[in-house]
T-cell receptor, first 108, second 115 residues
């Protein structure tokens, strides 16, 4: 079983739609959780950290379920500029471990 | 520029040649990571340093790969006797620990093509 698993997509959604991505991780000792965004041929950049209580940043909401070892990202009112690959990232007191990413295309 | 910088940005080399990449982390960051990424995949961990100490190496890092971080500042990643399978984007990232939930900042990467 891979350490961090994500549905690769692609998710093709119209502008204004709400879309949700899920991610599961295998190591119960994982300590920190993140969502990164990666545009085509660019480096990954932090979208948001994921806290146990859940957190929201504008149109983006992240949730963590430690019991199920599950992380989610919800994007509301999708914009064309949200088109990218979203990487689920987990830290176990060492290197960050990345999922393969979920590709999102927002269509006009 | 206060971000992570990598050099070169692109490298084309012939199979069997040695290549070396450099990463300059954000100056106050004590942790430095190397990742490799191929098309359609997430970044795969190669190795990381805490200051000058190399703390972990992935099984992906064959004996042809070596990384250093002398004096805990910049780092180099060397690949000896390159193979076509080494073609990938090599990403460097840095972070400041121990701060919980601290993000890692990535450089723009070095794209290696082995012909």
């Amino acid at each position: 079983r891979k350490e961090v698993e994500q549905d690769p997509g692609p998710f093709n959604v119209p502008e204004g739609a709400t879309v949700a991505f899920n991610c599961t991780y295998s190591n119960s000792a994982s300590q920190s959780f993140f969502w990164y965004r990666q545009d085509c041929r660019k480096e990954p950049k932090l979208l948001m950290s994921v806290y146990s209580s859940g957190n929201e940043d504008g149109r983006f909401t992240a949730q963590l379920n430690r019991a199920s070892q599950y992380i989610s990202l919800l994007i509301r009112d999708s914009k064309l500029s949200d088109s990218a690959t979203y990487l689920c990232v987990v830290n176990v007191a060492g290197p960050l471990v990345f999922g393969k990413g979920t590709r999102l295309s927002v269509i006009a | 520029d206060t971000g992570v910088s990598q050099d070169p940005r692109h490298k084309i080399t012939k199979r069997g040649q040695n290549v070396t990449f450099r990463c300059d982390p954000i100056s106050e960051h004590n942790r430095l990571y190397w990742y490799r990424q191929t098309l359609g995949q997430g970044p795969e961990f190669l190795t990381y340093f805490q200051n000058e100490a190399q703390l972990e190496k992935s099984r992906l890092l064959s004996d042809r790969f070596s990384a250093e971080r002398p004096k805990g500042s910049f780092s180099t990643l060397e690949i000896q006797r390159t193979e076509q399978g080494d073609s990938a984007m090599y990403l460097c990232a840095s972070s400041l620990v121990p701060i919980m939930n601290t993000e890692a900042f990535f450089g723009q990467g070095t794209r290696l093509t082995v012909v």
